[in-house]
């Protein structure tokens, strides 16, 4: 040991050495004794050299010691007689017994941990081991004289603050680190009683016998409450619980497992969340108010006293336990999450319960702002939802300053003036404010939020409503099919008059070559009544119609003209335009003959000019759909289909013949709605004869002909709305999108 260490060790050692007992120097008084008293002091005598075997400790302290001796302590005198009493009840970590009854003040600046272990083994008497890794820097310092049989206990928490303990083996004591201590052999208790002699921060391991409680719901229970180095094992076949943690950490823990290891025939344990008041102060209201003898089961006091805000809580009543039914609810607060853990009799259950609702408020009770973020609705659709739903007016947006120009000085913001209130129901109307007090809901659409202004009892109710609200939209798959049939002699009426009327020649059709005249079973048809003159509605279910489309196309009798699909959510208006912009004049200016001076010495000539305006002449298709809960879709259908006719004058420009219709009709998912009835005559003039000949004046007409033919075409737009619920119906309308165009790659 190096000479300045052996200083440091000294200077603590000394500082430690302080006495000011008049126990240590009061041998005078007890001499008229001779029986006892030479069997007490002789040890004395020997033991005090030890602590501290130079000699130097003898010369500065007893200097203090016997000036405070005889002013500061005359009354412990009487100690030294009561000191030889207690050696026998205290064999474990405390001090020797001819020892007891001095005090010491310990007093270290940044020492080293070895030196503070050394001088406490000194001062209580024990031996012990320190592992290689227990270094570090100590301070302590007690304002006050301790007594000499709680130097160890103070060890203890030395050694706990910086990550160590000491584990008895036998007859000496060894200092290690925490993480290690469980697996060393640490004193072992058995019982659901703490030992009273198991105190402070000392790693122990008690093992529990569980009378009635299940070993894997305490273990769930007590699992949180155990420190980091800590541990609780159950073992099922023996209904046992192995705690291994700080004797002070486990006494808690055996008194919450006092209170669960009942019958739970007779009685309930429940965790009760507190949301306004503190958990502990309500423990100790309710723990005076259910002592034994002051409620009985079914009666509930008329006036509570309760604890005026910032003055000191009361000092709580234990419960006394009654033996048998008569024992008191045992109650106890957990601050960590703010509940209270309840064990009492159904009765008083229900008591407690009714009490916690007129204790549990919000004493200060005002409203409070709540957020909720958006995930699928629009924030100021929601918004003024809720506010119907809760008897408000509609949501209004989250005011925001308007921008201040560069340069100007700021003007202060002005909020807007504050809506009238919403009028009364009227009588015999449903209500519709659900909860107490007024209810406030702003839409933030920058960050697509809704901002709720209530009170916290109202929050619960009205998160859920909006968490219902605020789900994810089916969408619906439209697709649309216009084809241009020709018609023939047999279906001269058009395509659904020839269906009906059997003149399609429609049935069976076995696999493989299509006959010259194929059948197809069409299934009955549907109309749609209410549309506008000239459309014919009908639906039909299976592919077959698709199939005789094909037939016809073969035939050269059926032209796609466009196959588009759109995608919508439910509710949202979906359009499919398949048209031509056509510019029509509009307005024309015809030119003057001559020109027109604009200066004294030249003119300029009046030109015409026209306004152009561009039209669609065409399909447009606008469909909204809404979905039902059974997989129908109900469908708004607007249809409008615009025609271009014959030159008109003065202007030139082609007339446009314009058919509308709209209407509504429920559909089951993936069936086909037709609209057909749009005939349109089409007239071609065909010439043929010998060439040049034909073209002559007047004889041309004797080498040639002209041939006029009329065509029919009707003008079929088929509808089918398909629902994608989930994720996996999109991805199956993506696969067979990809089997049924060959062009899509991965």
Not at 388 to 412: F, K, N
Request: aromatic content about 4%; charged content about 20%.
């Amino acid at each position: 040991m190096t000479p300045h260490r052996q200083g440091i060790w000294l200077s603590g050692l000394l500082m430690l050495s302080l006495v000011g007992c008049t126990t240590l120097f009061p041998p005078e008084p007890p001499a008229p004794k001779p029986p006892s008293q030479p069997v007490a002091e002789a040890p004395k005598a020997p033991e005090a050299p030890p602590p501290a075997p130079p000699k130097p400790e003898g010369a500065p302290p007893p200097a203090e010691p016997r000036k405070e001796a005889p002013t500061a302590q005359p009354p412990p005198a009487p100690a030294p007689p009561a000191a030889p009493a207690p050696p026998a009840a205290q064999p474990p970590p405390t001090a020797p017994t001819a020892q007891r009854g001095r005090f010491v003040v310990l007093n270290f600046d940044n020492a080293d941990i070895e030196t503070v272990i050394h001088a406490a083994s000194e001062i209580v008497g024990f031996n012990y081991v320190l592992a290689p890794d227990v270094r570090g820097k100590v301070t302590v310092q007690t304002s006050t004289r301790i007594p000499q049989e709680d130097v160890f206990n103070v060890l203890l928490a030395i050694l706990e603050v910086h990550g160590f303990t000491a584990v008895k083996s036998d007859t000496l004591y060894k200092i290690i680190k925490l993480e290690g201590a469980r697996e060393r052999p640490v004193p072992t208790i058995i019982g659901a009683l703490p030992d009273p002699g198991r105190v402070g921060d000392a790693i122990i391991t008690q093992i529990v016998p569980i009378r009635f409680a299940s070993v894997a719901d305490l273990t769930n229970l007590l699992r949180p409450l155990v420190s980091a180095r800590g541990s609780v094992i159950p073992h099922r076949e023996t209904n046992l619980l192995i705690i291994t943690d700080s004797a002070s950490n486990i006494r808690r823990l055996l008194e919450i497992v006092k209170l669960v290891d009942v019958e739970v025939t007779l009685e309930e344990l429940q965790v009760i969340p507190v949301k306004f008041a503190d958990a502990q102060e309500l423990a100790q209201i309710l723990n005076q108010i259910f002592a034994p003898g002051r409620v009985r089961p079914g009666a509930v006091p008329a006036v509570l006293t309760l604890p005026v805000p910032g003055a000191p809580p009361a000092v709580p009543r234990p419960p006394a336990e009654a033996p048998g039914p008569e024992r008191a609810p045992l109650i106890v607060a957990y601050r960590g999450i703010n509940v209270l853990i309840v064990h009492a009799r159904k009765q008083e259950m229900e008591i407690i319960r009714r009490l916690l609702t007129q204790l549990d408020v919000d004493i200060y009770g005002g409203r409070r702002i709540f957020i909720y973020f958006v995930e699928n609705a629009k924030a100021k659709d929601l918004a003024a939802t809720m506010n119907a739903i809760y008897g408000r007016g509609e949501g209004a947006p989250a005011a925001v300053r308007p921008p201040t120009p560069p340069g100007a000085p700021p003007v202060p913001y002005t909020p807007p003036p504050p809506r009238p209130p919403a009028a009364p129901p009227a009588p015999g109307g449903p209500e519709l404010g659900l909860v107490e007090g007024e209810v406030r809901f702003i839409a933030d659409e920058v960050t697509n939020s809704v901002i709720v202004a209530t009170f916290p009892r109202n929050w619960p109710d009205i998160e859920e409503t909006l968490k219902k609200l605020d789900r994810m939209p089916r969408q619906v798959l439209i697709e649309v099919l216009v084809a241009e049939i020709t018609l023939t002699d047999d279906m001269r009426l058009g395509i659904e008059w020839a269906i009906r009327s059997g003149r399609f020649d429609v049935s069976a059709t076995p696999s493989g070559t299509l006959p010259a005249r194929p059948t197809f079973p069409i299934p009955s048809l549907t109309t749609i009544t209410g549309v506008a003159q000239g459309l014919n509605f009908f639906t039909f279910a299976t592919k077959d119609f698709f199939t005789a489309l094909n037939t016809l196309a073969s035939d050269n009798k059926v032209n796609i003209l466009s196959s588009p699909s759109i995608l919508t959510t439910e509710n949202k208006k979906a359009v499919i335009n398949v048209s031509d912009s056509v510019p029509i004049v509009t307005s024309q200016q015809v030119p003057i003959g001559g020109t027109t001076p604009t200066t004294p010495t030249t003119t300029t000539a009046v030109v015409g000019t026209q306004t152009i305006e561009y039209k669609d002449a065409g399909v447009i298709l606008t469909v909204t759909p809404r979905i039902g809960e059974r997989g129908t879709v109900a469908l708004d259908v607007k249809q409008e289909v615009n025609d271009l006719g014959a030159a008109e004058p003065p202007t030139g420009s082609r007339r446009f013949i314009k058919r509308e219709a709209e209407t509504s009709v429920v559909l089951v998912n993936n069936q086909t709605l037709a609209l057909g009835g749009l005939i349109r005559n089409k007239r071609t003039f065909t010439r043929s004869g010998i060439p040049l000949l034909n073209r002559i004046p007047l004889l041309g007409l004797l080498f040639g002909s002209t041939e006029e033919k009329i065509e029919k075409t009707e003008l079929l737009i088929l509808i089918t709305p398909r629902v994608l619920g989930t994720a996996l119906d999109a991805a199956r309308l993506t696969e067979e999108m990809k089997r049924i165009t060959p062009g899509i790659q991965e």
